[in-house]
């Protein structure tokens, strides 16, 4: 276990997991968290925006696209909601990168890895 500094309050904590909070905190995000999944799971808040989720729940805009780039708040049914895709920019609803771009950094991926294994699978020697 390391020390670190919650990211919240500011106090030393023993860090036992991946969470920047200490465990007060974390309590008090996990509670917002809560607050703002059941408010847009409620069927009469589908189309509510940022702002008015901020409003109604009282959890900072921050934390909100925390939750959704985090992959914990996932808002496929309320566009209004959406943030951007931080490669392209176009709007996404869950998670930082859109599926779009997911599918791209894939193919990349993939063929990055093909022509890795073909550079280790052809060697050359030299003899003297």
Do not use: W
Request: proline letters at 4%; one cysteine or more; a positive charge.
């Amino acid at each position: 276990m390391d020390a670190a500094t919650c990211q919240m309050c500011g106090r030393l904590f023993m860090k036992q997991s991946r969470s920047p909070y200490c465990p007060s905190c974390s309590d008090v995000d996990f509670q917002n968290f809560l607050k703002v999944r059941d408010f847009i799971r409620e069927p009469a808040n589908k189309q509510t925006t940022i702002g008015a989720l901020v409003e109604a729940t009282g959890v900072s805009e921050l934390d909100i696209t925390r939750y959704i780039h985090e992959g914990r708040l996932i808002i496929k049914d309320n566009p209004a909601l959406a943030i951007s895709c931080v490669r392209c920019g176009q709007p996404t609803n869950e998670g930082k990168i859109c599926s779009n771009c997911q599918r791209d950094m894939q193919k990349e991926l993939s063929s990055l890895q093909e022509s890795l294994t073909k550079q280790s699978s052809t060697r050359a020697y030299r003899l003297d």
